[in-house]
């Protein structure tokens, strides 16, 4: 608690909820009806906090199940928008690869006398330059979202280190004691 025995200021634009009889009993009821800790928070108008406060003082619990669905429903989810814009990027990089491969390379010039094309055999060297450091991004944020998906295999690494140390254990156990 603060200095001088005041209670913390509710943030601002959202007034602090007072936890009455009536506000628990509203919390079990949509509790019951299956609604989620978020979806009560929002529903009453306080923090998720809260909720989350006032379940454990009633003894509520919410179903993680349900929770760990959505969680892997959303990876799914967003592992095929990876792949859709790793797609994208590549096919990014290939048109302005093409364009800098060009037989002829098209360019606007503006001067004094108005804008006009320029066409020439390879495009000037700032040109190249920039297009160049795109497709280098391309390919790089290409990588970087390809490897979300790939896993470097440190995990299950990781796990099979823990079960063998389990297993050591338990047959260190089962050994007469070193003399």
Known sequence: MPRGGQSKKPEPGRPRLVVTAVVR???HVLHEQGLSRNAIAR???CAWSTITKIAQ???????RAQTAQAVEAAKVDNAAR???LVDRLYGRAESVLDRLEAEVYEYRVVGAEGSFVVKDKHPPAQDERNLSSAVTGYLGNAAK?????????STAA?????DLARALDVAAGQL????
């Open 158 to 162: 990781r796990s099979m280190l823990g």
């Open 25 to 27: 009993e509203r919390v």
């Open 43 to 45: 529903e009453i108008g």
């Open 176 to 179: 007469p004691p070193a003399e």
């Open 82 to 84: 990876r792949v859709a």
């Open 57 to 63: 003082e009633e003894g509520l619990s919410f179903d």
């Open 145 to 153: 979202l390809e490897q979300l998906d790939q896993g470097d295999g």
